[in-house]
């Protein structure tokens, strides 16, 4: 294995993280033991974040003992990968507002103990602020809602200045009969005044009409 970033592995076609859980699987994802290390094989099908790496993502925004706001993790495919990278030290409060999705989630949290469950809308920050009062070291969004980029702002609130976020853009929510590029252009822009935007990668083919904004604090 080589190592892309600290916690990610290439085998020169598919891209691992370390196993947190030696010999669990997640969501049927491939268990591959290489010098002694058990790693997980990581579907940029399957998760935007691991899309974005596929794709030339130049920073890995998820380090070791990270405190992450994950908005919008869903039943946890992406979230497992990233309890890999932030190991037993780190933690990752999810936030989602599917019921059963979370009960998924809340199971997942039985093995994985730095996943933190939060059942909310990720609009209502008042519902979860009270765990967050020293900041986190990572926010990343992936929730597909018309208002995405507001969503996004509201909850940079959390993160602390100097820190990175991702905010997965899913352009086919926001409007129907604008063009991409041009609601690119007007999200990013609407981030401007609270982040310096780092990178935009495009998810194509991995995901339709998503890109993968990377932005820092000012
Ligand atoms: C595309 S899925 C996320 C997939 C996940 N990030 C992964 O890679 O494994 C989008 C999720 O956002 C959640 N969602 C949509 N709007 C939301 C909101 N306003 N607050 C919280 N979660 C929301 C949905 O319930 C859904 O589970």
């Not at 669990?24 to 010098?35: F, I, Q, R, S």
């Not at 409060?93 to 999705?101: G, K, Q, R, T, Y």
């Not at 997965?168 to 822009?189: N, P």
Request: hydrophobic share 40%; proline share 1%.
């Amino acid at each position: 294995m080589d190592k892309k970033f600290e916690g990610i592995y290439s085998n020169g076609k598919k891209l691992f993280t370390q196993n947190l859980v030696c010999g669990a699987k997640v969501y049927g994802e491939k268990l591959v033991v290489d010098a002694g290390t058990e790693y997980r094989e990581w579907n940029p099908f399957k998760s935007k974040y691991c899309a974005a790496i596929a794709n030339g993502l130049k920073t890995n925004i998820f380090g070791k003992d990270s405190v992450v706001l994950y908005l919008g993790s869903a039943e946890g495919t992406t979230v497992s990968h990233v309890s890999d990278l932030v190991g037993s030290k780190g933690v990752i409060f999810c936030v989602d507002l599917s019921e059963i999705a979370m009960q998924k989630l809340n199971a997942l949290a039985k093995i994985r103990e730095n996943i933190f469950p939060i059942l909310s809308d990720a609009q209502k920050i008042d519902n979860y602020s009270e765990y967050l009062d020293e900041g986190v070291d990572v926010l990343f969004q992936d929730v597909s809602q018309r208002n995405q980029t507001e969503i996004f702002l509201k909850n940079a609130v959390f993160l602390k200045k100097g820190s990175f976020g991702a905010l997965s853009l899913k352009t086919k929510s926001i409007s129907q009969s604008k063009g991409k590029k041009q609601i690119l252009e007007e999200e990013t822009a609407k981030l401007e005044d609270v982040f310096t935007i780092e990178q935009i990668v495009n998810l194509e083919p991995f995901e339709k009409e998503h890109y993968l904004i990377l932005v820092r604090k000012k």
